[in-house]
T-cell receptor, first 115, second 112 residues
Framework: GAGVSQSPSNKVTEKGKDVELRCDPI?????LYWYRQSLGQGLEFLIY????????KSGLPSDRFSAERTGGSVSTLTIQRTQQEDSAVYLC?????????????FGQGTRLTVV | DQQVKQNSPSLSVQEGRISILNCDYT??????FLWYKKYPAEGPTFLIS?????DKNEDGRFTVFLNKSAKHLSLHIVPSQPGDSAVYFC???????????FGTGTRLKVLA
């Protein structure tokens, strides 16, 4: 497809379990972002990857959260030992950065519910 | 510390009238600003952007105004249509970074 693809679209997990969320960015896009939106809140930055540079992890809320981007394309966000406060919609976005400013294109998100 | 603020959580406008969505920011270093629209169960969709070297950018029914001295951004939609009903987010970034800071959103309802 032409857009950013995320899977799964919905995930229900038990507290304490690990989860993996996947993002396929738009082909050729060099930057990839993860955000999350908790109920009634705005978009909270988590992490971004840009080419071969070290990722900016400044938004990750705790060391239970990690992300990787393999081969400069697909990214996986992992949440270990999930807590109920991790319940949110996790959004991935990508952009093509041949200029200093470029809009990011978002996927449809993964709704994570921790029970 | 909320660097990008959208102080109106909701707005209702009659179809055909102007919708004005506001956004304030605190970081004077921000150099690029964007507006996104989000429908339920979908990801945000890019609408329009503006660089800090400009004070206005127009695209069809959408115009973004930037007042750097007031650290204020606004999105005007004219004329408003029922299909514009969505949550609107403003976002900003600093030079040399790739991190967008988003506001909390304004829910726009356009009444037919």
């Amino acid at each position: 497809g032409a857009g950013v693809s995320q899977s799964p679209s919905n995930k229900v997990t038990e507290k304490g379990k690990d989860v993996e969320l996947r993002c396929d960015p738009i082909s050729g896009h060099t930057a990839l972002y993860w955000y999350r939106q908790s109920l009634g809140q705005g978009l909270e930055f988590l992490i971004y990857f840009q080419g071969n540079s070290a990722p900016d992890k400044s938004g990750l809320p705790s060391d239970r959260f990690s992300a990787e981007r393999t081969g400069g394309s697909v990214s996986t966000l992992t949440i270990q030992r999930t807590q109920q406060e991790d319940s949110a919609v996790y959004l991935c976005a990508s952009s093509y950065r041949d200029t200093s400013n470029a809009e990011a294109f978002f996927g449809q998100g993964t709704r994570l519910t921790v029970v | 510390d909320q660097q990008v603020k959208q102080n109106s959580p909701s707005l209702s406008v009659q179809e055909g009238r102007i919708s004005i969505l506001n956004c304030d920011y605190t970081n004077s270093m921000f150099d690029y600003f964007l507006w996104y629209k989000k429908y339920p169960a979908e990801g945000p969709t890019f609408l329009i952007s503006i660089s800090s070297i400009k004070d206005k950018n127009e695209d069809g029914r959408f115009t973004v105004f930037l007042n750097k001295s007031a650290k204020h951004l606004s999105l005007h939609i004219v004329p408003s249509q029922p299909g514009d009903s969505a949550v609107y987010f403003c976002a900003a970034k600093s030079p040399g970074t790739y991190k967008y800071i988003f506001g909390t959103g304004t829910r726009l309802k356009v009444l037919a």
